[in-house]
């Protein structure tokens, strides 16, 4: 099974400032098509999980311009420019180039 | 308004059975394949297993931890997809999620369910 590793586990973070989340797989999620089969999504409190970022690198649709991915191969950042309030939960990375589906152990993001 | 709504959860014995149900609407059910998704404190986000759709023969796969115990099926005409879950044990105690993918290579799992909690206990 593909492994997936997040950091930071926890990332307290003031509203206005960035916010930087890393995930590492331990195979290239980058196939053939020239796609990194890797994906991006945020758990609210209370909530199920929402799609942010597909593909490495594009947002869903809704998702503020604050947010982005980057990475390729086994190396994925997801950057949001100036978090708040309502950035506040889970954030999990996920792969789908091979199952099982494998996810991330998360990342919680709080306010100061 | 897309909605994936779960139920038929609840409390059961170890050994015991029960089947849940994913309800969809607001999007063409017969283009998705259906995953379910469990979430404990414990072991974070688990994907149990998944079905196609009918041109691609209903294809069903099951992650190691549940193959032989569970069951996915779909009823296309209901746009409901179900989970069979037989012999369950303590370790399948969790929030169960049903989501959806558009049945194309790069589609990524774009909805998710509110979730039904399965616990299993004696």
């Known amino acids: 099974d593909i492994v997936m590793t997040q950091s930071p586990l926890s990332l307290p973070v003031t509203p206005g400032e960035p916010a930087s989340i890393s995930c590492t797989s331990s195979?290239?999620?980058?196939?053939?098509?020239?796609?990194?089969?890797f994906h991006w999504y945020l758990q609210k409190p209370g909530q199920s999980p929402q799609l942010l970022i597909y593909?490495?690198?594009n947002r869903a649709s809704g998702v503020p311009d604050r947010f982005s991915g980057s990475g390729s191969g086994t190396d994925f950042t997801l950057k949001i420019s100036r978090v708040e309030a309502e950035d506040v939960g889970v954030y999990y990375c996920?792969?789908?180039?091979?199952?099982?589906?494998?996810f991330g152990g998360g990342t919680k993001v709080e306010i100061k | 308004e897309v909605q994936l709504v779960e139920s038929g959860g609840g409390l059961v014995q170890p050994g015991g059975s029960l089947k849940l149900s994913c309800a969809v609407s607001?999007?063409?059910?017969?283009?998705?394949?259906i995953q379910w998704v469990r979430q404990t404190a414990g072991k974070g986000l688990e994907w149990v297993g998944r079905?196609?759709?009918?041109?691609?023969?209903?294809?069903?796969i099951y992650a190691a931890s549940v193959k032989g115990r569970f069951t996915i099926s779909r009823d296309d005409s209901e746009n409901t997809a179900y989970l069979q879950m037989n012999s369950l044990r303590t370790e399948d105690t969790a929030m169960y999620y049903c989501?959806?993918?558009?049945?194309?290579?790069?589609?990524?799992?774009?909805?998710w369910g509110q979730g039904t909690l399965v616990t299993v206990s004696s």
């Open positions: 593909l490495g690198s």
């Open positions: 996920m792969q789908d180039l091979q199952l099982p589906l494998t």
């Open positions: 195979q290239s999620l980058l196939y053939s098509d020239g796609y990194n089969y």
């Open positions: 079905i196609k759709t009918k041109p691609r023969n209903y294809a069903t």
């Open positions: 607001g999007l063409r059910f017969s283009d998705s394949a």
């Open positions: 989501c959806r993918r558009i049945d194309t290579p790069g589609s990524p799992v774009d909805y």
